[in-house]
């Protein structure tokens, strides 16, 4: 660093440098359970001590949320296994019969530095990273620059980031550095990408909705063990989205299965994505603090309120992560999977088949979509006589549950439809902006409820309560401006006309 700097960026000085050095090995057990819930488990050995983490991979590069990393310090007779086991107990249980075994070797030297110059102050990390596989001759090389910045011009610190990466000829990292050293050693990825099956319109609609029913709820098992252990909020949130696809697909597809086992299951799953989300709410809360505070400036009184509001989402997220967990131990879940899984594992006779599921998909298609898309033409007509955020929050439901409804069957549409999803995406972020202040005011309003909060606190929740109020005053102008980009009525049209032009396979 004490060379790279002069190099890239001579108008800054390196005010305090140092250098460390560490050796780790990668845990896991022989099923690879930490893998399968997007977790690390690093023993690391540095200045003497011996430390095991735990700490999620991420499944969306950079988005770990406000959790920190699982720590805890080794010797003393305490193992690798005993205190993993210890530090994920009531959220992951792990069998360690077989013990743990080392995946991947590491040693890192780290050169730390403050930097100082034209209007900032900057935090600089460059690792020399060194991976081999345990027993293994052959070793891989990787060189990371992380900067954080301290102080001063958020533009003057890209620039500087830019001057340091040119110099090294690195881009921004892609994703994690165990994730990319995994793929360089040949390591199977800590999440491999869903293959898309191909649809034949001219299958029947029962094996086609069982076989993506069954697909849904694979992928939101996938995602429970991360979800168990709370330290990346996307796992849970990649869950509750998986678990309304299935709702929906059983509403869509909801024809080729038994009345009563639909209607039972999508009750079950609106209880459990309800659920879900009440831990998903504290974690968009927690993410959004650091934006909320910056909005607010650095005073003293400002910087104890936010530090007592993060203290209580803290309190009130372990609470609800702890009853989330009750539920996922729980009969209720219990029922819920058994009965799932017996309902699209199933193999009906021709003459068990109900009717619907004995159609052709692609002539089903056109009565298939009729319902979501009216759905949504009724809560677009009703909001536009109202104008009310109720509707307008309608609308966005409807909107979900029509590209749902579309996206199950992707693979069947052509470029232009696709678009068109991706069009109608964009329109529910925007409206889901307007909900999510609704749902930050009412927290607010709770939080300012309890006679013990810290006056501090109670301040800057007045200033979010304030600027939740003006976001959600322009909810309506917000809106119309969506759907005129949207042009909702050509969209209903093309999906319309898509559904019908499916090749039918004659």
Excluded: N
């Excluded at 935090?123 to 596989?133: F, S, V």
């Excluded at 533009?155 to 990319?180: I, M, T, Y």
Aim: net charge neutral; proline share 6%; charged share 30%.
């Amino acid at each position: 660093m004490a060379e790279l700097l002069p190099r890239a960026a001579p108008e800054f000085e390196l005010v305090d440098h140092g250098e460390l050095r560490s050796h780790e090995r990668i845990l896991d057990t022989g099923d690879e359970q930490l893998r399968a819930a997007g977790l690390i488990a690093r023993e690391r050995v540095e200045s003497g001590h011996t430390r095991l983490r735990v700490e999620p991979v991420g499944l969306v590069p950079g988005v770990v949320g406000s959790h920190p990393p699982l720590v805890a310090e080794l010797g003393d007779g305490l193992d690798a296994p005993q205190q993993l086991r210890a530090l994920l107990a009531g959220r992951l249980p792990l069998s360690l019969e077989s013990g743990l075994r080392c995946t991947m070797s590491l040693e890192l030297r780290r050169e730390r530095g403050m930097v100082s110059g034209p209007e900032l102050e900057a935090e600089l990390w460059l690792d020399h990273l060194r991976a081999r596989l345990p027993g293994g001759a052959e070793v891989h090389e990787l060189v990371e620059l992380r900067a954080r910045l301290v102080a001063g011009s958020s533009v003057a610190f890209d620039a500087l980031a830019q001057q340091l990466g040119r110099e090294l000829g690195a881009a921004p990292a892609s994703d994690d550095r165990h994730a990319h050293l995994r793929e360089r050693l040949g390591l199977p990825p800590f999440f491999a990408d869903e293959a898309e099956p191909a649809l034949d319109p001219r299958a029947a609609v029962g094996p086609v909705a069982r076989s993506r029913a069954r697909s849904l709820l694979q992928r939101m098992r996938r995602h429970e063990p991360g979800t168990r252990v709370g330290l990346d909020p996307e796992q849970l949130h990649k869950m509750r989205v998986a678990t309304r696809r299935l709702r929906s697909a059983l509403q869509s597809l909801g024809a080729a299965f038994p009345t009563p086992t639909r209607r039972v299951l999508r009750a079950e799953l609106r209880w459990l994505a309800r659920e879900l989300g009440q831990v998903r709410d504290l974690d968009v809360y927690r993410q959004a603090l650091p934006a909320w505070r910056a909005l607010h400036g650095d005073a003293s009184l400002l910087e104890a309120g936010w530090g007592a509001v993060e203290r209580r989402l803290a309190a009130r997220w372990g609470s609800a992560h702890a009853a989330l967990l009750g539920t996922l131990d729980g009969e209720r879940y219990r029922r819920l999977l058994a009965m799932a899984e017996a309902a699209f594992e199933a193999h009906p006779t021709d003459e068990e088949e109900t009717k619907a599921g004995r159609e052709p998909l692609g002539e089903a298609l056109p009565s298939l979509m009729r319902q979501p898309l009216r759905r949504f033409a009724r809560a677009h007509e009703r909001f536009g006589r109202s104008g009310t955020m109720e509707d307008a929050h309608r609308l966005r439901i409807a909107a979900k549950g029509l590209r749902y409804a579309f996206e199950l069957l992707a693979p069947l549409w052509g470029r232009g439809t696709l678009r068109r999803l991706r069009r109608l995406g964009a329109f529910q972020d925007a409206l889901g902006e307007q909900q999510d202040a609704v749902v930050a005011r009412e927290l607010v309003e709770r939080l300012l409820d309890d006679a013990a909060l810290e006056p501090a606190a109670a301040f800057v929740l007045g200033q979010l309560h304030g600027a939740s109020t003006v976001v959600i005053a322009r909810g309506p102008t917000v809106v119309r401006e969506a759907l005129e980009g949207l042009r909702a009525d050509e969209l209903l049209a093309r999906l319309e006309r898509a559904a019908r032009r499916v090749d039918r396979g004659r």
